[in-house]
């Protein structure tokens, strides 16, 4: 099954202990991206990746890092996550940046 | 970068009546619009797009119009069911640029 694979679902955690959020395609996408989703202010995108080891920022990338050393994989890196930082995330993958994306299904972080 | 509105941020609609949902766009370069479906709980879902060379398209029961001169597209969903009930977001994409804009969603609710 095509499908965009998001770990973990859930996750609670505290002020400055560094977290990674997997994120993993199997349909041999180009693109893809993480995005915060936050009530009233839709989907913001964090980085986003045209290819292996090509990515750049978005519009919200203050905080996090990520990496594309495979192409199915780009995890997202909370360095030393902050309260602010507790939103629901995407991860998503796409062709290229004119067709549509497949999401995963979702990690909701909280931080503490 | 391209600036994504999206109206109304809710709708109600008795099941079997139409909803429509507007979208406005700034950057002229902009020309692919995808439309999303988001369920609770679920990551958002592609149920239809449009590009810049086509004025509207039709899947069933929903379609999407898409005015360039005017930069706004609209989704229209006729013979609404409860199962419609969802967000929908609109979103902007093109080669000008290398990022996706979503827009801030819009929370339909079809009354039975």
């Known amino acids: 099954e095509a499908q965009v694979t998001q770990n973990p679902r859930y996750l609670i955690t505290v002020t400055g202990k560094k977290l990674t959020v997997t994120c993993s395609q199997n349909m041999n996408h180009e693109y893809m991206s993480w995005y915060r989703q936050d009530p009233g202010l839709g989907l913001r995108q964090i980085y986003y990746s045209m290819n292996v080891e090509v990515t750049d920022k978005g519009d919200v990338p203050e905080g996090y890092k990520v990496s594309r050393k495979e192409k199915r994989n780009f995890p997202l890196i909370l360095e030393s996550p902050s309260p602010n930082q507790t939103s629901l995330y995407f991860c998503?993958?796409?062709?290229?940046?004119?067709?549509?994306?497949?999401f995963g299904s979702g990690t909701r972080l909280t931080v503490v | 970068g391209e600036n994504v509105e999206q109206h109304p941020s809710t709708l109600s609609v008795q099941e079997g009546d139409s909803a429509v949902i507007k979208c406005t766009y700034s950057?002229?370069?902009?020309?692919?619009f995808p439309w999303y479906k988001q369920e609770l709980g679920k990551g958002p879902q592609l149920i239809i797009d449009i590009r810049s060379n086509v004025g509207e398209k039709k899947d069933q029961r929903i379609a999407v119009t898409l005015n360039k001169t005017a930069k706004h597209f609209s989704l229209h969903i006729t013979e609404t069911q409860p199962e419609d009930s969802a967000v929908y977001f609109c979103a902007a994409s093109g080669f000008a640029g290398n990022q996706f804009y979503f827009g801030t969603g819009t929370s339909l609710t079809v009354i039975p």
């Open positions: 998503a993958s796409a062709p290229s940046r004119v067709y549509g994306y497949t």
């Open positions: 950057d002229s370069a902009s020309n692919y």
